[in-house]
């Protein structure tokens, strides 16, 4: 049942009670015609109470999906500023605000996940100081040029 169709119950009800005591204020119901008005005005109420309860659970609904969209927008945002903060060297990622060790370039492309890689030795390589960075996650090797 939808809201409209709860309100208009309530409406009917309010209206069927002040008719009701109107006329029993005249003097102008017999006993089994009270009882009749009794159950009209029962069955408008739950009607409403229906339609209310209905609109409850629609309202619990959406809120859980508004904040499910809310969280679904706070990580994209977070990817976004995390974006910002990466310099790409072609081969790992740096965060230009700690500078410190590098990122494992195929998890942030594949999953926009950090993951921070792990130094296993610096040592020359094709003439050139490089050090040699481990992926935790999918044990990829990174040969960076040495920055310190």
């Not at 119950?9 to 309010?14: N, R």
Request: with cysteine.
């Amino acid at each position: 049942m939808s809201i409209a169709a709860g309100l208009a119950s309530i409406k009917a009800a309010v209206d069927l009670t002040k008719t009701f005591r109107d006329a029993a204020k005249a003097g102008a119901l017999e006993s089994g015609e009270i009882v009749g008005r009794i159950g009209e005005i029962y069955d408008y109420i739950v009607d409403s109470k229906a339609a209310l309860i209905d609109a409850q659970e629609i309202m619990l609904q959406k809120t859980a999906e508004i904040m499910d969209l809310n969280a679904r927008l706070r990580d994209v945002e977070e990817v976004r500023q995390t974006r910002q903060l990466l310099e790409y060297d072609g081969q790992v990622y740096w965060k230009t605000d700690e500078p410190e060790f590098p990122f494992c370039a195929v998890c942030w492309d594949t999953k926009s996940t950090l993951v921070r890689l792990q130094d296993t030795g610096t040592g020359t390589y094709s003439g050139v100081l490089k050090t040699d960075y481990r992926c935790i996650v999918h044990k990829q090797s990174f040969y960076v040029p040495t920055r310190r």
